[in-house]
């Protein structure tokens, strides 16, 4: 299995997932932003094949009850060996660790489209149903004259 030839550890550098983002056709952003994102991220996962990073995992946590995941990408030609799995497994385990007994958290995410059924897999539900309306979002962009 591919995942027996790879190692799995904890950091990314921002060149590494803006190069993710431009694969997988992504909006792309400064250098500098990325940077920022990755070392305020909660919890990161990334899986290396050599030196080469060929899977990624990113969650944004509050520390309280909200938590998002935000990047799951594996790069096109290793898609479908059971990365992504592997990546998610991850991440719904770091987040159950965090935790306390009595304590709940609301894990959301924004698939991309036609993903949804691989997110159904780790228990998430798609927006709307009959308890919630759609998910919402929009791309803001920093401007000088504000
Ligand atoms: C979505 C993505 C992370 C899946 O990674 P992957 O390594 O190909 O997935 P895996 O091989 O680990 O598949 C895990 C399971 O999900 C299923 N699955 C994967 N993609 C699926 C899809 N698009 N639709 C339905 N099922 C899917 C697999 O059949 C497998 O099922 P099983 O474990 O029950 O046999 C990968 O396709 C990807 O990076 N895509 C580009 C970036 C992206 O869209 N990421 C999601 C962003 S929100």
């Given at each position: 299995m591919l995942i027996d030839e790879c190692r799995i550890d904890n950091t990314i550098t921002p060149e590494e997932y803006?190069?993710?983002?431009?694969i997988v056709g992504w909006?792309?952003?400064?250098?500098?932003?990325a940077q920022q994102g990755l070392a305020n991220s909660a919890y990161i996962c990334c899986i290396r094949k050599g030196d080469e990073a060929i899977a990624l995992g990113r969650v944004i946590?509050?520390?309280?009850y909200v938590v998002y995941i935000a990047d799951v990408i594996v790069l096109p030609?290793?898609?479908?060996?059971g990365l992504g799995?592997?990546?998610m497994e991850l991440i719904m385990k770091q987040i159950g660790e965090w935790l306390k007994p009595g304590y709940k958290a609301m894990v959301s995410l924004s698939s991309a489209k036609g993903k949804e059924p691989f997110y159904?897999?780790?228990g998430f539900q798609s927006r709307p149903d009959e308890n919630f309306g759609c998910g919402m979002c929009q791309w803001m962009e920093g401007s000088t004259d504000i």
């Open positions: 803006m190069e993710f983002r431009k909006a792309l952003f400064p250098l500098e932003q946590w509050d520390h309280g030609e290793y898609q479908g060996q799995r592997v990546i159904r897999k780790f």
